[in-house]
T-cell receptor, first 113, second 114 residues
Framework: KQEVTQIPAALSVPEGENLVLNCSFTDSAIYNLQWFRQDPGKGLTSLLLIQSSQREQTSGRLNASLDKSSGRSTLYIAASQPGDSATYLCAAPFSGGYNKLIFGAGTRLAVHP | EAGVTQFPSHSVIEKGQTVTLRCDPISGHDNLYWYRRVMGKEIKFLLHFVKESKQDESGMPNNRFLAERTGGTYSTLKVQPAELEDSGVYFC????????????FGPGTRLTVL
């Protein structure tokens, strides 16, 4: 069964801390992996997309890595800020599913001043 | 460039009524997707259009749900008749051309069935 799992479900950190969010997937035959941010009551904002041939992508203070062989992706947030507080979701299209995204349940992040 | 838009943002209806949700994708995006999140669960895929054709509708829960994309532009998702378990947030996304491209999501429509 094709599944995406995110750990931890929730995380609370003080401002300025570097942190890592984890995403694991059951099938290495993914075409890419996309990280999203969702603010309460809002839609999903695409943060980073890593193609299956890539190892990592960076955007500002965000760095996402992908290790297909181990079925893992991480989202690294440097120098966290209160404005980073949101739910972070990872999702991937698996082989045989065209571009249908399978989502994890998300990690709810709170960065406190 | 305008993003994906959805209408309405909220809808509250009685069980047995009909509701139609609308999605306008990013201009020029051939691919349009519908997803939903029901209470406490992960976001789940419903279906995928390529232009006006249904590429994959494997996630549609039952025949009370009907999606259309006339002319390959905006899409509608009709629920008729609505049931309590249809409550949730319905998201629309779009992506360019063919292949495994980045998907851009709309703000969602929150549907409450009473």
């Amino acid at each position: 069964k094709q599944e995406v799992t995110q750990i931890p479900a929730a995380l609370s950190v003080p401002e300025g801390e570097n942190l890592v969010l984890n995403c694991s997937f059951t099938d290495s035959a993914i075409y890419n992996l996309q990280w999203f941010r969702q603010d309460p009551g809002k839609g999903l904002t695409s943060l980073l997309l890593i193609q299956s041939s890539q190892r990592e992508q960076t955007s500002g203070r965000l760095n996402a890595s992908l290790d297909k062989s181990s079925g893992r992706s991480t989202l690294y947030i440097a120098a966290s800020q209160p404005g980073d507080s949101a739910t972070y979701l990872c999702a991937a299209p698996f082989s045989g599913g065209y571009n249908k995204l399978i989502f994890g349940a998300g990690t709810r992040l709170a960065v406190h001043p | 460039e305008a993003g994906v838009t959805q209408f309405p943002s909220h809808s509250v209806i009685e069980k047995g009524q009909t509701v139609t949700l609308r999605c306008d994708p990013i201009s020029g995006h051939d691919n349009l997707y519908w997803y939903r999140r029901v209470m406490g669960k992960e976001i789940k895929f419903l279906l995928h259009f390529v232009k006006e054709s249904k590429q994959d509708e494997s996630g549609m829960p039952n025949n009370r749900f009907l999606a259309e994309r006339t002319g390959g532009t905006y899409s509608t998702l009709k629920v008729q008749p609505a049931e309590l378990e249809d409550s949730g947030v319905y998201f629309c996304a779009s992506s360019q051309e063919k292949g495994y491209n980045e998907q851009f999501f709309g703000p969602g429509t929150r549907l409450t069935v009473l």
